[in-house]
């Protein structure tokens, strides 16, 4: 059994795929580097084959019809042989000093009681045009270097969550709690990273920057004008975070620990702002209909959820009209800017 298994969707993605496998391929013989070519038309497939073909015990290639990023990331979790999984985009990158660290990390806990169920590190905006670049770290709200239970989570300020850049799992553990990403789909890294959390009971931080998460592509699905003409598989995904939270078949593992509802209660008021800010920010007839039946689809599920956000700071500042609650409405886009660093 591999130590770690890397996945890579890719979906057209020869222009830059290979920094991306070529930072992933340091982990010599520990590593399980999936790349699942998704659909692509253009030489995705060809750059894929050949790292398998010059790395056979380290690379292999999935092709498969375009089903989306979730569906590659499904495939990459069924098809993995490796104890640890973790999601690389093929734009993006792992530093090689973190990189080799984290391997060291893992093979030390691999095996051990209690058995780790994930590991976070930090990632780094690294945004094109800027030669200062946002690092994305935990300090204060996880305990540093050492196994650590829900029990022992602090604060996490607004907008600053553990996102698919920051995560490794157990893989066991993404089969366990049935993860399945939704197709045909963008903003699903938002699902991958609140499903299994009441499934997580140990986890490890370190304090170094392993992720890069490359931001400037005019195409890239952080960018704002992008995300509102795709505000409805933003909200499609927002619904099915609601469902997954107030389903009652979940309930009793989502209370088990309060600091993890409260993660994930907060997780979902941030990702329900976005939706909203996204809206309001757009400003047309269609998207801002599409706001209100998310609240209400929300007030339909659960009453008291829908109370709770919708007199909260946010809640307020997404369903009025008042001048204060546009002051409201600018300190939440504020915020959504800060979870997403838009290009």
């Not at 059994?1 to 993605?13: A, E, F, I, R």
Request: aromatic share 12%; charged share 25%; with cysteine.
């Amino acid at each position: 059994m591999k130590l770690l298994t890397l996945t890579v969707p890719c979906y057209n993605s020869e222009a830059y795929m290979s920094k991306c496998i070529d930072s992933l391929l340091v982990g010599g013989d520990d590593v399980e580097i999936i790349i699942v070519d998704d659909g692509s038309t253009d030489g995705t497939a060809r750059i894929a084959d050949q790292y398998q073909t010059l790395n056979p015990n380290i690379v292999r290639v999935i092709h498969k019809e375009n089903g989306g990023h979730g569906s590659a990331v499904n495939t990459g979790i069924a098809n993995a042989t490796g104890q640890f999984f973790k999601v690389v985009d093929s734009d993006d990158w792992l530093r090689e000093s973190s990189y080799k660290k984290v391997l060291e990390k893992l093979r030390e806990l691999s095996g051990g009681a209690p058995q780790l169920d994930m590991m976070i590190c930090n990632y780094v905006y690294n945004k094109e045009g800027e030669e200062r670049h946002k690092v994305m770290q935990y300090r204060g709200a996880l305990p540093t270097d050492r196994l650590f239970t829900w029990d022992e989570v602090g604060h996490f300020r607004k907008g600053h969550y553990i996102l698919m850049h920051s995560v490794i799992f157990r893989t066991k553990l993404l089969r366990e709690c049935g993860l399945q990403l939704p197709e045909h789909c963008f903003y699903v890294d938002n699902i991958y990273v609140f499903d299994p959390l009441p499934y997580v009971r140990s986890m490890y931080y370190m304090d170094i920057n392993l992720y890069y998460y490359y931001i400037g592509r005019s195409d890239q699905s952080v960018n704002q004008k992008v995300m509102i003409g795709r505000l409805d598989q933003q909200i499609r995904v927002n619904r099915l975070m609601i469902d997954y939270f107030t389903d009652r078949d979940n309930q009793a593992r989502i209370n088990a620990h309060r600091a993890c509802r409260n993660y994930m209660y907060n997780y979902l008021e941030i990702i329900t702002t976005i939706s909203s800010v996204l809206a309001l920010v757009s400003n047309t007839k269609e998207n801002l209909q599409k706001k209100d039946e998310l609240w209400k689809y929300l007030k339909e599920k659960d009453y008291i959820l829908y109370m709770k956000l919708r007199w909260g700071i946010f809640g307020v500042a997404m369903n009025t009209h008042n001048r204060g609650a546009r002051k409201l409405t600018v300190e939440a886009y504020k915020i959504v800017r800060h979870f997403f660093n838009f290009n």
